[in-house]
């Protein structure tokens, strides 16, 4: 079962916080013409980050597509992966609604972070979660550019939702040509729960569980699917 943290209204919506003092940050490079350069309004926008999983993707992809107003923030892995499994990024701009803006980690100091201290995200979403990824946000590590987002939209006060892949005994999970058993270890199954612990933090551990966080999320914004369940 997943569950979230024991905090109260810090969970379910995002407050106002003192403009933090910092240079203007670079924008990230990214495939197309996305538009950074008018801000959009205070917590409008979903950050959506994708880790090197390819478990569920397909799934998690889908429910992003039918959020409003979402950016995508893609790990260097993401790419790679999004590739084998043929999401490229201009299937991504074909399957997303208008609007979709990407960013790409191609900054050694995670410099599209810094969007997080403009206020306009609401919602950080990991999904699908590397088990690599889990241990890092679980132990506070941020060196790619979703651990780096988790950490310091709990470090805002912006709720984070996690869709963590080694959660069970058994996995059974979707390589590129087929399907795979996988039995995580001990110490991946207790990284998920390490996670569960942190501030600001709600893991989920399958599409039907991530549909339903996302859909209580919306429902505490007042905002509604842009498309209904394929």
């Not at 701009?93 to 206020?119: H, M, N, Q």
């Amino acid at each position: 079962m997943s569950a979230a943290t024991p905090c109260t209204a810090n969970c379910t919506s995002s407050t106002s916080r003192s403009p933090t003092p910092i240079e203007p940050a670079a924008p990230a490079p990214a495939d197309g013409d996305e538009d950074f350069t008018s801000p959009p309004a205070p917590r409008s926008r979903f950050a959506w980050c994708i880790t090197g999983s390819g478990h569920y993707l397909e799934e998690s992809l889908a429910l992003a597509a039918r959020l409003p107003q979402l950016d995508l923030f893609l790990s260097s892995a993401a790419e790679e992966v999004l590739g084998i499994y043929h999401w490229t990024l201009p299937v991504l701009r074909e399957r997303f609604p208008p609007g979709l803006r990407i960013v790409r980690d191609k900054t050694a100091s995670a410099v599209p972070v810094g969007r997080l201290y403009t206020d306009v995200y609401h919602t950080v979403v990991i999904a699908p979660a590397t088990s690599n990824t889990v241990a890092k946000c679980a132990y506070g590590i941020s060196d790619t550019l979703p651990t780096n987002m988790l950490a310091q939209a709990g470090k805002l006060g912006i709720p984070g939702l996690v869709f963590a892949c080694d959660t069970e005994p058994v996995v059974v999970t979707k390589a590129p040509h087929d399907w795979v058993t996988l039995r995580p270890r001990r110490i991946e199954l207790d990284n998920v729960e390490r996670l569960r612990q942190l501030d600001f933090c709600r893991v989920v551990a399958s599409p039907a569980e991530l549909e339903t966080a996302l859909a209580e999320r919306l429902h505490a914004l007042s905002l509604e699917w842009t498309s209904p369940a394929s």
